[in-house]
């Protein structure tokens, strides 16, 4: 009797999700470390047969073949040492006639770190390969994705006036450097302004859940810090109660954690609002992807001159572009704007917003 | 060789054994003076005498208990259920106690019965006398379920069953009672848990049941006219189960279709899927088929039933996929 549906193979246009391959073709290719991606099907719907890996493989044997005939000028004993040392003569410049490799690159080469030469192969052959993600890479790929596709991003900008809390920290730079044996960063009045802004707008410290609002607890704002690898968004808890000499000691220990890839999940997860800078890069402003489930994040572009008229005099003053991102589903527009607004004035008005009253 | 149906394979073993070991002696319903509903008991009433071939009244519960009570007690009863339907009204005598004492008795009792019966439909005999649920009783620890497909395979077994000191499903399939075959004159045994490899192929392995093998025998052959090469490979006892040799040959050809009369789900198919699945996924270049019956009652009317019952245009069929693999 009839008992006989197929599993289907994937159409082309299905072939993006994934490749299909019958188990024995799989593990074929797993064993000789060849990408299924690059195999054609010749099964039903274009699924792979084991006969589609071995063909794969021959072709694959032509190219290595054919890449061997290229062959690197080396001498004799650069040759031999390399080999003895585990060099590869591709990575190795040649200072030889010709840029043949002599015995003295070789040695130059094999000295230095084996990190070093594992980075400069990479560099070498980094177009056209294929590199495995990173656990953080995935994260930060998954949760941007994530952020992109279920939160309506709205974005609003506004020029910030850095005058009078650039002269602020100078003012206090040194005083401050003695009390908290720390230096005041300009992020950390950023950190402490937002949550005070928060607190007249708590709808910026909230996440959707289903649907209702969860207005979180506490006030916990994190920075973006850059790593290497990827992104990472240390969080300081109840900023809004903290002063700035707590705020910059913790700021300072949380980056130096997180670049030293030493922090707690805890201390990623408290995050209610994020603020991200780019201020030491020459970008004036730019948008930036909600940290999910939060529903804002600060974007800092660079200070710069502006022109304007006072009294007829034409004068100049520091301006620093912010960008605030909002989730539109809890934050509406003429909220996000007003936040904006508000934490605008505290920041042209320091001396008042960060007095402890 | 001499050539022998299954029937008188079946009823030479039994003659053959009655001769041999006065223990043993056979029970059911119409098995003496009409010589069983397909005739394997034919003549052995004459020979062996009312004592000896007992015909039962219509009440299987009940003489399959008296037949675990006299296993127990040093007799080696061969008994008969005239069809594999009616196996349901003696169901707790099988798997309560048959299937249980030895076990629950510490192995101080033990239960040296072979319950013979039948599958497969085809007869015109409709839903109640034509099913093939023998994957019932591979289900139950305890039992052994032995489905020779041969007349040369059914004589062994049968002398391997009555040997054995454990109850003994020994399924029968109603279509291969009139097939000849070799059959040795002397007495022999076929050992359990050894499958018979009935054909070599390299490029698709047909694990078939019963009459199946038969089926799967003559596909195997128009296919080979292609230089398809199939291996059938027939378990001929399903409990234990000869998993070495089927994990062999689809290790050797990388395609499996199994086929088996009764109902695929939750049937000998699937375990046998199974199986493979779980020791020797990584080996297979086609997903695995199945040959079998489909979920539906057997139908009366014979066109419906030529439909139900898996035949050699349903292997054929699955044939035809599996090559979209090879």
Request: proline share 12%; aromatic share 12%.
């Given at each position: 009797m009839k008992n006989l549906e197929m599993p289907r193979g994937p159409n082309s246009s299905e072939r993006s999700e994934g490749t299909k391959a019958v188990p024995a073709a799989s593990r074929m290719a797993r064993e000789r470390g060849i990408?299924?991606?690059?195999v054609k099907g010749s099964g039903p719907n274009g699924i792979i047969l084991v006969k589609d890996i071995e063909n794969f493989k021959i072709s694959q044997r032509a190219i290595e073949t054919v890449k061997k005939k290229e062959k690197i000028q080396a001498s004799s004993l650069a040759r031999k040492l390399a080999e003895k040392k585990g060099v590869s003569l591709e990575s190795i410049d040649g200072t030889g006639t010709r840029s043949r490799i002599m015995m003295g690159d070789v040695i130059r080469v094999a000295e230095k770190p084996a990190i070093l030469v594992r980075e400069k192969e990479e560099e070498k052959n980094i177009f056209g390969q294929t590199i495995p993600m990173s656990q953080m890479r995935k994260v930060v790929a998954k949760r941007m994705s994530q952020s992109a596709f279920t939160a309506p991003h709205i974005y609003f900008f506004t020029d910030v006036e850095m005058d009078q809390l650039n002269r602020l920290r100078d003012e206090m730079l040194s005083d401050f450097e003695k009390q908290f044996n720390i230096r005041i960063s300009i992020n950390d009045f950023f950190i402490k302004a937002v949550a005070l802004t928060i607190r007249e707008f708590p709808m910026l410290n909230a996440m959707v859940m289903g649907e209702e609002i969860y207005i979180m607890p506490e006030i916990n704002v994190g920075l973006a810090v850059a790593m290497e690898e990827g992104l990472i968004v240390p969080a300081i808890p109840q900023a809004d109660r903290l002063g700035l000499g707590s705020i910059a000691q913790m700021r300072a220990d949380l980056i130096n954690r997180a670049r030293a890839g030493k922090l707690k999940l805890e201390e990623i997860e408290r995050g209610t609002f994020t603020v991200s800078s780019l201020?030491?890069?020459?970008?004036v402003f730019f948008t930036a992807i909600l940290n999910?489930?939060?529903?804002g994040i600060l974007s800092v572009g660079k200070t710069y001159d502006q022109l304007y008229l006072k009294e007829g005099q034409v004068v100049t003053k520091k301006i620093a572009r912010f960008g605030l991102s909002v989730d539109h589903r809890i934050v509406d527009g003429a909220v996000a704007a007003a936040f904006l607004q508000s934490l605008k004035r505290r920041l042209e008005n320091p001396t008042f917003a960060f007095m402890h009253l | 060789m001499r050539e022998l149906t299954y029937a008188q394979a079946i009823n030479e073993a039994l003659m053959q054994n009655l001769e041999k070991d006065e223990r043993v002696f056979l029970m059911g319903e119409d098995i003496g003076k009409y010589g069983g509903i397909f005739q394997v008991t034919a003549g052995l009433l004459d020979k062996f005498g009312p004592e000896r071939v007992i015909d039962t009244p219509i009440s299987e519960s009940g003489f399959v208990g008296v037949a675990i009570g006299a296993a127990m007690t040093g007799m080696r009863p061969v008994v008969e259920?005239?069809?594999?339907?009616?196996t349901t009204c003696a169901m707790d005598m099988i798997v309560n106690q048959m299937a249980k004492i030895h076990y629950m008795f510490g192995g101080r009792g033990k239960v040296p019965l072979v319950l013979r019966t039948n599958i497969g439909a085809g007869r015109g005999a409709a839903a109640q006398h034509s099913q093939s649920f023998h994957a019932f009783f591979v289900h139950i620890p305890g039992l052994i379920v032995v489905t020779p497909s041969t007349p040369y395979d059914a004589k062994g077994l049968m002398n391997t069953a009555i040997l054995d000191e454990n109850p003994v499903l020994f399924i029968e399939h109603k279509k291969l009672y009139a097939n000849k075959g070799d059959v040795p004159e002397d007495h022999y045994t076929i050992p359990f848990g050894k499958a018979d490899i009935k054909r070599e192929g390299r490029d698709i392995t047909i694990v078939a049941t019963l009459a199946m093998v038969g089926r799967s025998l003559s596909v195997a052959e128009e296919f080979a006219k292609d230089g398809i090469e199939i291996e059938i490979v027939d378990p001929t006892t399903l409990r234990p189960m000869d998993k070495k040799s089927i994990l062999e040959s689809v290790k050797k050809t990388g395609r499996l279709i199994v086929a088996d009369?009764?109902?695929?789900?939750?049937?000998v198919t699937s375990e046998i899927s199974a199986m493979i699945a779980e020791e020797a996924i990584g080996y297979l270049h086609a997903p695995i088929l199945r040959v079998g019956s489909p979920d539906t009652p057997v139908p009366f009317s014979p066109p419906l039933e030529k439909i139900y019952i898996p035949d050699e245009e349903d292997v054929r069929e699955a044939v035809h996929k599996m090559k979209e693999y090879l």
């Open positions: 990408d299924l991606s690059l201020a030491q890069f020459d970008i999910p489930p939060q529903s | 259920i005239m069809f594999i339907d009616f009369e009764g109902p695929v789900t939750c049937g």
